[in-house]
């Protein structure tokens, strides 16, 4: 069975960073063989796209976020991190981290999702 485990989430004030994990199990499951991202949703919203990054290595940050926030993946742990900084009231949020065979930014093409971790930032 797949687990993703996020961690690192927590109350922090604008301008404050904040490093996410999303950590990765299962019997047969690697990281190494998905695209991993992660995603957000704030009270009364939609889940949105934040970061992927792709088997390859390669990233792709949503513009709300980009210049603040960096997506890595450590392989060789099966974990997947996100890196936030500068971070303002409106990134309040929970935080998941999804894992996908496609290549795709939709929360649909997303098979496989962590339980969330809470993100808030005071201003």
């Known amino acids: 069975q797949v687990q993703l485990v996020e961690s690192g989430g927590g109350l922090v004030q604008a301008g404050g960073s904040l490093r996410l994990s999303c950590a990765a199990s299962g019997r047969t499951f690697s990281i190494s063989s998905y695209n991993m991202g992660w995603f957000r949703q704030a009270p009364g919203k939609e889940r949105e796209f934040v970061a992927r990054i792709r088997r390859g290595g390669s990233t792709y940050i949503a513009d709300s976020v980009k210049g603040r926030f960096t997506i890595s993946r450590d392989n060789a742990e099966n974990t997947v991190y996100l890196q936030m900084n500068s971070l303002k009231p409106e990134d309040t949020a929970v935080y998941y981290c999804?894992?996908?065979?496609?290549?795709?930014?939709?929360?649909?093409?997303?098979?496989?999702w962590g339980q969330g971790t809470q993100v808030t930032v005071s201003s």
């Open positions: 999804g894992a996908s065979v496609s290549a795709s930014i939709s929360v649909t093409e997303y098979d496989y």
